[in-house]
Nanobody
Framework: QVQLVESGGGLVQAGGSLRLSCAAS????????RGWFRQAPGKEREFLAA????????YYADSVKGRFTISRDNAKNTVYLQMNSLKPEDTAVYYC????????????????WGQGTQVTVSS
């Protein structure tokens, strides 16, 4: 079992920045990739970014490319999402996730999920 604890969400004005953190604990030795998703009201869960736990491979959704950056600290079992130039349409619940065998954009590739943290961008 892997437990994920997210932090860093909150309220920010349009154009501002926010950094989300997601610390993992438990049986994390099987981690292959970490990902970030979000879900806005009335919308499906949307892939944002992913990073492999070994190596430096990253992948971003077009909607956030150039604005969001995913990074990791393996020693701390923590993944980050730096969000810049935030827009009101970025308002959503943000989730981090762990994949033990896949690296991709589908939520079905991920085995463990955090509780989600609310990000609200005001106009």
């Amino acid at each position: 079992q892997v437990q994920l604890v997210e932090s860093g969400g909150g309220l920010v004005q349009a154009g501002g920045s926010l950094r989300l953190s997601c610390a993992a604990s438990g049986r994390t030795f099987s981690t292959y990739a970490r990902g970030w998703f979000r879900q806005a009201p009335g919308k499906e869960r949307e892939f944002l970014a992913a990073i492999t736990w070994s190596g430096t491979s990253t992948y971003y959704a077009d909607s956030v490319k150039g604005r969001f950056t995913i990074s990791r600290d393996n020693a701390k079992n923590t993944v980050y999402l730096q969000m810049n130039s935030l827009k009101p349409e970025d308002t959503a619940v943000y989730y981090c996730a762990v994949s033990e065998g896949y690296y991709g954009t589908s939520p079905t590739y991920y085995n463990y999920w955090g509780q989600g943290t609310q990000v609200t961008v005001s106009s």
